[in-house]
């Protein structure tokens, strides 16, 4: 079992609709990210927040809006998305030092149809 | 801007082989290199991390090393099963001012024959 829950694991919408990820953790980790994997990729960065202030962004369109409404959770507010976009988005969290791992959820599989 | 390579993409062995996995990198200037698991369908699952300073570090039958001057780690997998058929990640975390940001490499996708 994963100590990051993300939910749904699965999502499938149109691409005039509104929907939102949700990431949640209770380890006390203050920085927490948001990756997009394609199949066969590896993940791809696509947001971090540190200590809930947006820290990066890695010039994600701004279809994808995310949000950090306090230390143990993460969201990801998507609008007006592309088939394209259709991936397994990640959460990840970690406590800050050279020496803690990255830990991620199991993901939530989204389908833009 | 930090690049990671694995080698070898693929892997297929008979259980029980020993076996080594490769990751380099190009810039030396890292945080701390990660080794991640991932099957099928799921998250990531982080199985050893080496900090900068350090040049090893063991779990079971897990052993990875870190030549941090020569862009290389390795992922030792001891007397493999069945079990241990999964993609293989690494991934190195560089500290910016702006966050860490960790980079992964492709991943070798192993598969281990009963």
């Known amino acids: 079992d994963t100590e990051v829950t993300q939910t749904p694991k699965h999502l499938v919408m149109g691409m005039t609709n509104k929907k939102s990820l949700k990431c949640e953790q209770h380890?006390?980790?203050?920085?927490m990210y948001w990756y997009k994997q394609k199949a066969k990729k590896p993940p791809e960065l696509m947001f971090v927040?540190?200590?809930?202030?947006?820290?990066i962004n890695e010039s994600v369109p701004s279809r994808f809006s995310p949000e950090c409404p306090n230390s143990s959770l993460l969201n990801l507010h998507l609008h007006a998305l592309q088939p394209e976009d259709s991936a397994l988005y990640l959460c990840?969290?970690?406590?800050?030092?050279?020496?803690?791992?990255?830990?991620f959820g199991n993901g939530t599989r989204l389908t833009v149809t | 801007k930090q690049e990671v390579t694995q080698i070898p993409a693929a892997l297929s062995v008979p259980e029980g082989e020993n076996l080594v996995l490769n990751c380099s990198f190009t810039?030396?200037?890292?945080?701390?290199l990660q080794w991640f698991r991932q099957d099928p369908g799921k998250g990531l699952t982080s199985l050893l991390l080496i900090q900068s300073s350090q040049r090893e570090q063991t779990s079971g039958r897990l052993n990875a090393s870190l030549d941090k001057s020569s862009g290389r780690s390795t992922l030792y997998i001891a007397a493999s099963q069945p079990g241990d058929s999964a993609t293989y990640l690494c991934?190195?975390?560089?500290?910016?001012?702006?966050?860490?940001?960790?980079?992964f490499g492709e991943g070798t996708q192993l598969t281990v024959n009963p």
């Open positions: 380890m006390g980790h203050r920085a």
């Open positions: 990840a969290s970690r406590h800050r030092g050279r020496g803690s791992p990255l830990h």
């Open positions: 810039d030396s200037a890292i945080y701390n």
């Open positions: 927040y540190s200590y809930e202030k947006l820290s």
């Open positions: 991934a190195v975390m560089r500290r910016e001012t702006s966050g860490s940001r960790l980079t």
